[in-house]
Nanobody, 117 residues
Framework: QVQLVESGGGLVHAGGSLTLSCAAS????????MGWYRQTPGQPREWVGH???????YYADSVKGRFTISRDNFKNTVYLQMNSLNHEDTAVYYC???????????WGQGTQVTVSS
């Protein structure tokens, strides 16, 4: 049974930082492409970035230079370090795990990030 559990969300002031974690179980973590997505009410889920098994990372333009994805293959955990947060970053953040980008993959339950002005 695959489980992805996000944590670390909360309320932060604009300009602040927050780090999200996603602990995975039930998958071969070291072979997985781990992704972060976010969603606001009434909007489709938005891709934030991915980290591949080899450590390569890719980011959406909206977060490039402010967000950093990393992974710890010993802890089966992926992280999303978010800096210089602004109101537009307010969303529920989800992590995903898949073996190939075309796969539907697995999803966590999400964690709320709220950036106050």
């Amino acid at each position: 049974q695959v489980q992805l559990v996000e944590s670390g969300g909360g309320l932060v002031h604009a300009g602040g930082s927050l780090t999200l974690s996603c602990a995975a179980s039930g998958i071969i973590f070291r072979l997985s492409v781990m992704g972060w997505y976010r969603q606001t009410p009434g909007q489709p889920r938005e891709w934030v970035g991915h980290i591949f098994s080899g450590g390569n990372t890719y980011y959406a333009d909206s977060v490039k230079g402010r967000f950093t994805i990393s992974r710890d293959n010993f802890k089966n955990t992926v992280y999303l370090q978010m800096n210089s947060l602004n109101h537009e970053d307010t969303a529920v953040y989800y992590c995903s795990a898949k073996y190939n980008l075309d796969d539907e993959g697995y999803w966590g339950q999400g964690t709320q990030v709220t950036v106050s002005s």
